[in-house]
């Protein structure tokens, strides 16, 4: 069975510049995460879905995170206006049950 | 809310020795404990995990981790090591009474497991 795929797996980015990152989850996994990992710490929840419903995301910075999951399937994370404290793996992975799926994840390095 | 303790930042070993990750958590409630690798470049990749039954849990590539509640320690051990071995090593936790769309594992800082030939 297919991985959860993620693109770009690298974005070097000017502060104040805008990003977005893509995710397709393993087929039939209706819930989907994205989390933020900074250099040297274990990854951080930003955002989880159950199919396109958000069930928490009280860790997301909204005046410059967004992310949608419409129709249930893949996912977009963007950032607007990027911080250099933005310079970070951004993770997604997917599940069914217990069990999470990473992706690959995307080398964001904001300069 | 649930929160995991990774002890050691950085574990040297030599090749064929044996190894110990420690790991604690503290909970209110009961819990679902896992192990992820992390190679250089990508993703998370599960190890072991221990829902429920026998404390002593067996994963991929010869670890096994053993469940210990009255420590509220869930140690990752691996009798002989490889060089393949060295990555990053997170140890995670989450609300075991918590349906599937609302499972929310929190994650430790890391263990990076360094294996000397």
């Known amino acids: 069975e297919a991985g959860v795929a993620q693109s770009p797996r690298y974005k070097i980015i000017e502060k104040r510049q805008s990003v977005a990152f893509w995710c397709n989850p393993i087929?039939?996994?209706?819930?989907l995460y994205w989390y933020q990992q900074i250099l040297g710490q274990g990854p951080k929840l930003l955002i989880q879905?159950?199919?396109?419903?958000?069930?928490?995301d009280s860790q997301l910075p909204k005046d410059r995170f967004s992310a949608e999951r419409l129709k249930g399937v893949d996912s977009t994370l963007k950032i607007q206006p990027a911080k250099l404290e933005d310079s970070a793996v951004y993770l997604c992975a997917s599940s069914f049950s217990y069990e999470q799926y990473f992706g690959p994840g995307t080398r964001l390095t904001v300069t | 809310a649930q929160s995991v303790t990774q002890l050691d930042s950085q574990v040297p070993v030599f090749e064929e020795a044996p190894v110990e990750l420690r790991c604690n958590y503290s909970?209110?409630?009961?819990?679902?404990l896992f192990w992820y690798v992390q190679y250089p470049n990508q993703g998370l990749q599960l190890l072991l995990k221990?829902?429920?039954?026998?404390?002593l849990v067996k994963g991929i590539n010869g670890f096994e981790a053993e469940f210990n509640k009255s420590q509220t320690s869930f140690h990752l051990r691996k009798p002989s090591v490889h060089i393949s071995d060295t990555a990053e090593y997170f140890c995670a936790v989450s609300d075991a009474g918590a349906s599937g769309g609302s499972y929310i594992p929190t994650f430790g800082r890391g263990t990076s497991l360094i294996v000397h030939p």
């Open positions: 087929s039939g996994h209706a819930t």
């Open positions: 909970s209110s409630v009961s819990v679902y």
């Open positions: 879905f159950q199919n396109n419903g958000v069930v928490d």
């Open positions: 221990y829902l429920s039954g026998s404390t």
